[in-house]
C-alpha cells in the first residue's frame, strides 16, 4: 500500500471510531431528553369488522401497531380458554397483543358478568362496556347496570371504559360528561373509553375531557372528524377539525398510561390507506411535539 493511501485509510478509521462513541453519546443525551412516551398506540377492532383476524393482524403489521383491542367478531363471547390463548398466540405470530376487549353492549346483570368473566378468561385489564336498557325503544344509559358494574370491577379487578357515543345517541352516554355524571361516586376503575371524535361531534372539546378526567380515562378511541356537529363524519386524521398537537400534548400532561386506540371508520370495505395515513400522521405529531 502507498504512503498515502495508508494514512488516508487508518485516517478514516480512526474517524469512525471516534465518531461511533461520540453518536451513541448524542443518542443516549437525546434518549434522555425525550423519554419514551407512557402511553401506546393501538387500534380498535372495530376498525376491521369486515375483516378476518389473519387479514386484520397483516395490516396492522404492515402499519406497524402493536396493540388491538379484541372485538368479538375476531374471538367470540363464549371462547373457551383454549381458544383465546390460540387467538393470542396468532396475534403473537404478527407481533400484537391483545391489551383489551370491547366495546361490549349489556342490557342485564348477566351479560355484564359474562362480558367480565370473557375479560379474564382473554386475560386482559381493560373492558371496554356500554351498558344500556330500553326506554322508549331506545337504548339508554342505564345507571342500575353500572351498580352491578361497580361490584364487579372490584370483584375481578378489571377495569371498565363507558365508550361515549357522540350525538347520534343522545340517550347513550353522548359524551365524557354524561358518563362522568353516572359514575363520579363509583370505584375508579369504572371509567371511560374516551372517543374524541364523539366528544368533538357532540360539541366538546376532548383536550379539556383529558385534562379534566384524567384518572378516570382507562382507554381511548382517537380520530378525527370533519366537524365539531353531528353531521361531523370520520376522515383520516391529518384531515380533519380536531387539534391533534394539543391532544398529544394533554395526554403528556396528565400522564396518560392506556392505549390511544385508532378507530378508523371511513372506507371500512379497505381501509388500510387510511389507516396508514391516520397512524403516520399521529407518530409525526407524538416526534414534533415532544420537545415544544
Do not use: W
Amino acid at each position: 500500500m502507498q504512503r498515502r493511501a495508508f494514512f488516508k485509510t487508518t485516517g478514516l478509521g480512526l474517524a469512525a471510531t471516534v465518531a461511533v462513541p461520540a453518536m451513541q453519546a448524542v443518542a443516549a443525551v437525546e434518549t434522555a431528553i425525550e423519554p419514551k412516551d407512557t402511553f401506546k398506540l393501538a387500534i380498535a377492532g372495530y376498525t376491521f369488522h369486515k375483516f378476518k383476524l389473519d387479514q386484520t393482524l397483516e395490516m396492522m403489521k404492515r402499519v406497524d401497531v402493536h396493540y388491538l383491542c379484541i372485538k368479538d367478531f375476531h374471538l367470540k363471547l363464549d371462547c373457551t380458554a383454549e381458544e383465546a390463548a390460540e387467538f393470542h398466540a396468532t396475534c403473537k405470530t404478527f407481533g400484537v397483543t391483545g391489551y383489551g376487549v370491547g366495546p361490549i353492549y349489556m342490557d342485564t346483570e348477566e351479560k355484564a358478568k359474562q362480558a367480565f368473566d370473557y375479560a379474564k378468561r382473554v386475560g386482559v385489564k381493560v373492558l371496554v362496556g356500554v351498558p344500556f336498557e330500553m326506554v322508549n325503544k331506545k337504548r339508554t344509559a342505564s345507571p342500575k347496570l353500572l351498580v352491578t358494574i361497580n361490584k364487579l370491577v372490584q370483584e375481578y379487578d378489571i377495569k371498565y371504559a363507558i365508550h361515549n357515543h357522540g350525538p347520534d345517541m343522545p340517550e347513550l352516554f353522548p359524551n365524557a360528561e354524561s358518563g362522568i355524571e353516572m359514575i363520579k361516586d363509583m370505584d375508579k376503575r369504572v371509567g371511560l373509553c374516551l372517543d374524541i371524535g364523539h366528544q368533538f361531534r357532540d360539541g366538546k372539546d376532548p383536550v379539556e375531557a383529558i385534562i379534566k378526567y384524567a384518572d378516570r380515562i382507562h382507554d381511548m378511541h382517537i380520530k378525527n372528524v370533519t366537524a365539531p356537529t353531528k353531521a361531523g363524519s370520520g376522515i383520516e386524521m391529518p384531515r380533519g377539525k380536531i387539534n391533534m398537537p394539543s391532544v398529544v400534548k394533554a395526554l403528556r400532561k396528565v400522564g396518560y398510561t392506556g392505549a390511544c386506540s385508532l378507530e378508523y371508520e371511513k372506507d371500512m370495505t379497505d381501509p388500510l390507506l387510511g389507516i396508514a395515513e391516520s397512524i403516520g400522521y399521529f407518530r409525526g405529531v407524538m416526534d414534533s411535539t415532544r420537545c415544544c
